[in-house]
């Protein structure tokens, strides 16, 4: 099956640092998604990209789709407090209603 | 703001039991899911239902599984003989038919313990 790996697993950062992790594919991605899981609640969407290459903001968010389709990125700047949580990327295909999920990257932020 | 609810918050049942998570979509929705997510890994897809049928479905989503939209507002998954493994959070999503896939709301799911 479809594989996501993100890196890194996990990240102690200080407040007011830039965040950057990434996730790669096995296969090819039309859509790639990028959600932010809080602790007992479901994935709230961030960012969602169609195109190869694409570059997109949401406030301190920038999120890329990679030009080969296999991989993309998600960058924080500016972290603050309320940025912990657990980030996943996910892909999704034309025609297909499944979204396949990352192994996520845990953000924590040091006092 | 619109949202999608879940109950029970957490549901303990021995293994071997039948279990139904319910699911309330929000209102005008008219795809909707079924993700699960063992404690500390991925989430993981498990079905898509539209049009009163089964879209799409995963592997993890075999015989012992099954979905239902008894009412105008509910969608429930049934597991009929709970096996620890099954132990997990259960998401149920829903999105609207004009959005495209990324317009799945994530409900804040049901944990599921099986002892």
């Known amino acids: 099956g479809q594989q996501l790996n993100q890196s890194p697993q996990s990240m102690f950062i200080q407040e007011g640092e830039d965040v950057s992790m990434n996730c790669t594919s096995s296969s090819i991605f039309n859509t790639w998604l990028w959600y932010k899981q809080d602790p007992g609640e479901g994935p709230v969407l961030l960012i969602a990209l169609y195109k190869a290459g694409e570059l997109t903001s949401n406030g301190r968010l920038t999120a890329q789709f990679g030009i080969t389709r296999k991989d993309s990125f998600l960058n924080i700047s500016a972290s603050i407090p309320s940025d912990v949580g657990i980030y996943f990327c996910a892909g999704a295909n034309f025609g297909n209603e499944k979204l396949t999920f990352g192994t996520g990257t845990r953000l924590t932020i040091i006092p | ?115």
Request: net charge negative; glycine share 6%.
């Open chain 2, 1 to 115: 703001e619109p949202e999608v609810t879940q109950t029970p918050s957490h549901q303990v049942t021995q293994m071997g039991q039948e279990v139904i998570l319910r699911c309330v979509p929000i209102s005008n929705h008219l795809y909707f899911y079924w993700y699960r997510q063992i404690l500390g890994q991925k989430v993981e897809f498990l079905v898509s239902f539209y049009n009163n049928e089964i879209s799409e479905k995963s592997e993890i989503f075999d015989d012992q599984f099954s979905v239902e939209r008894p009412d105008g507002s509910n969608f429930t998954l049934k597991i009929r003989s709970t096996k620890l493994e099954d132990s997990a959070m259960y998401f149920c999503a829903s999105r609207a038919r004009t959005s495209g896939v990324h317009g799945q709301f994530f409900g804040p799911g049901t944990r599921l313990t099986v002892l």
